[in-house]
């Protein structure tokens, strides 16, 4: 079945720091990728859409320059979450559909913790 | 806008009961998924339904789609204690790839 890698699984690290995450679908090519960010038990919250070869599309109060999206090929999107600070301490999630089928679910990568000291 | 509600928020049920999950959604659409979180992990795909009257079954979870009444509901046959997690809804924004997730019911089965 289609496969959602995400990278790294955790980080730690001091405010100020730029962190990037790697999302990479590894049997299907994904035009169109996910981000989400979801708080401790609290839901998903869709922050963009990755679009290969072309900008993200944000959505509304998520800031464009905080949270850089590449999506330079067609099995990997990056976010970059850049001058970290604590309150971007989150889960971020990010997914993929595998073309072909319409309308199958969303398969999800196993997420990164970011914690900002 | 679309707006996914989901209750109950929290549900603590004993082995071999019954119950159900609701999800309302407030627009229109075309598609509807069902997924499991457990803590600290990402989202595992449960159910996909796509049309009015369409019933999923696996195992002791049942999920079924009324599009007319914009509501799903996620049906629990007999708990055991392996079905403890958060289980999400999630709906098709017409006409794009996005979902609305719903807050998410956090079940715990007690032996």
């Known amino acids: 079945g289609a496969v959602v890698s995400q990278h790294p699984s955790r980080v730690i690290c001091k405010s100020g720091t730029s962190v990037k995450i790697e999302c990479r679908s590894l049997d299907f090519q994904a035009t169109t990728m996910f981000w989400y960010r979801q708080f401790p038990k609290q839901s998903l919250m869709l922050m963009a859409t990755s679009n290969e070869g072309s900008k993200a599309t944000y959505e509304q109060g998520v800031e464009k320059d905080k949270f850089l999206i590449n999506h330079a090929s067609l099995t990997l999107s990056t976010l970059t979450v850049t001058s970290a600070h604590p309150e971007d301490s989150s889960f971020y999630i990010c997914?993929?559909?595998?073309?072909?089928?319409?309308?199958?679910?969303?398969?999800f990568g196993d997420g990164t913790r970011l914690s900002i000291l | 806008e679309l707006k996914v509600e989901q209750n109950p928020l929290f549900l603590s049920m004993q082995e071999g009961k019954n119950y159900t999950i609701y999800c309302n959604y407030s627009t229109t659409s075309d598609r509807l998924y069902w997924y499991r979180q457990d803590p600290g992990k990402s989202l595992e795909s449960l159910f996909v339904?796509?049309?009015?009257?369409a019933v999923k079954q696996e195992g002791r979870l049942m999920a079924s789609l009324d599009t007319k009444a914009r509501l799903s509901t996620l049906h629990i046959t007999a708990a055991v204690h392996d079905l403890s997690a958060t289980y999400f809804c999630a709906v098709g924004q017409g006409g794009s790839e996005k979902l609305v997730f719903g807050k998410g019911t956090k079940l715990t089965v007690n032996p």
């Open positions: 997914s993929a559909r595998a073309p072909g089928v319409s309308n199958q679910p969303q398969h």
């Open positions: 339904l796509l049309s009015n009257g």
